[in-house]
């Protein structure tokens, strides 16, 4: 016959698997419920702001001839989410936006989530983490502050990028980076000219018609050149923004790149 503290021992352990298996089993179901639950709530976003916004926004909101553009506009994306709620709620009467307060917080919230998603903020929080990083990445290896300023410090043949981030997603600022060939001007090399009396300027063509040529250097300064005064003018075959980023850097120093320079956007300047 068998012992009661055996029976007791045996039952126990037979409970103790029993809970086990069920923690598990809840727990891979919390797991597999969070991304159907993300979902759903993007999609509502995306019916609500399809029903109440793109009618004057357009799908993307990119703007229309009803409305402005809301998903690239710097001034719109920095908007905190508080505030966009507000003009959620309460509208913009004076320029013809009406409120959606009767839509319910549920709803707003769910258009704002769809919203922030057009405007590549839902990337650009988790690549924003690794900004630090992103700033070793851009004044040291990607070699981008040698022609790039940011916030005054950088170099001055490219365009500044300060607020390039507050105006363009995640996804548009990595294929600026790795796409660099495919926007216009971007093959421009760096041009070397040499002067009768021996000076050797190198700078981007900024100016030309047949009688002189203006070439920006490296350190900013402009020259205006004669070119009866130039013995020699030649021209780099590479641009001078590399378009091999896309192999030089891995995915993970892009995403701090990225990341870098949307962070950059978003930061109150001294």
């Known amino acids: 016959m068998f012992s009661v503290n055996g029976l007791i021992k045996r039952s126990a352990a037979w409970i103790a698997v029993v809970l086990i298996c069920a923690l598990t089993a809840s ?64 509208g913009i009467l004076q320029k013809g936006m009406p409120p959606f307060a009767a839509l319910g917080p549920a709803k707003l919230s769910d258009a704002l989530n769809y919203l922030r998603s057009l405007q590549g903020k839902s990337k650009a929080l988790t690549l924003m983490a690794t900004s630090e990083e ?20 950088g170099g001055f043949l490219g365009p500044d990028l300060s607020d390039y981030g507050a105006s363009h997603s995640a996804d548009n600022v990595r294929s600026a980076i790795v796409s660099a060939d495919k926007r216009p001007g971007s093959r421009k090399g760096l041009v070397h000219a040499t002067t009768n009396d021996g000076r050797q300027i190198s ?68």
């Open 27 to 90: 727990h891979a179901q919390t797991r597999t419920e969070k991304p159907k639950q993300s979902n759903q709530a993007s999609a509502a976003g995306r019916q609500t702001f399809e029903s109440s916004c793109a009618p004057c926004h357009g799908l993307n909101g990119k703007g229309g001839e009803r409305a402005p553009d809301i998903a690239t506009r710097p001034e719109i994306v920095r908007l905190s989410d508080n505030e966009t709620l507000k003009v959620l709620r309460n």
């Open 134 to 153: 992103g700033k070793d990445i851009f004044t040291g290896k990607g070699g981008c502050s040698q022609c790039h300023m940011i916030h005054g410090a």
């Open 203 to 270: 700078g981007l063509v900024r100016n030309e018609d047949n009688f002189s040529v203006q070439l920006q250097a490296l350190d900013g300064t402009f020259h205006l050149l004669d070119k009866s005064a130039v013995s020699e003018l030649t021209s780099d075959s590479a641009p001078l923004m590399p378009d091999n980023y896309g192999s030089s850097l891995s995915k993970s120093e892009l995403d701090q790149l990225v990341g870098y320079l949307l962070s950059v956007a978003h930061t109150e300047r001294d």
